[in-house]
């Protein structure tokens, strides 16, 4: 009995695994994030200003963020390069240089494994001469 029992699971386990593979099942990992908008607020033309928003990794995946992609050349984005551990944190940077005097509203799109798929990060806020 105990061999047959061997057997089946011998025979079983493989076809498990192909399933998982045909219907591109895998394990996701999943991204936590403090904020995903930062309102600048009032800031002077010409001087860069820079958001951090912090994330998590709650999962049991290392998250992998694979690219982080500002909307204009006048924004610039910094993130890790390094997978980020299951129970770890981590931050990315973005830092907006204005040219132009007014209102923004810049996106900066951040694509990892996580099972949420991409995300998109906000910062704004209204470009003045001086404070």
Not at 45 to 65: C, D, H, Q, R, W
Not at 69 to 80: Q, Y
Request: glycine residues 6%; aromatic residues 10%.
């Amino acid at each position: 009995m105990r061999n047959i029992l061997k057997t089946l699971l011998i025979l079983y386990i493989p076809l498990f695994y192909n399933a998982a593979a045909q219907t591109g099942t895998k394990a996701a990992s999943i991204i936590e994030w403090k904020e995903t908008t930062v309102d600048f607020g009032k800031i002077v033309k010409g001087k860069p200003v820079t958001a951090e928003f912090y994330f998590s990794n709650p999962s049991m995946v290392p998250l992998i963020i694979f690219s982080v992609e500002p909307s204009c050349g006048c924004t610039v984005a910094d993130f890790p390069k390094q997978p980020v551990a299951p129970g770890k944190s981590g931050v990315i940077r973005v830092t907006f240089d204005a040219a132009d005097l007014g209102f923004f509203q810049k996106s900066v799109t951040v694509s990892t494994n996580a099972q949420q798929g991409d995300e998109t990060l906000i910062i704004k806020g209204e470009v003045v001469k001086q404070l």
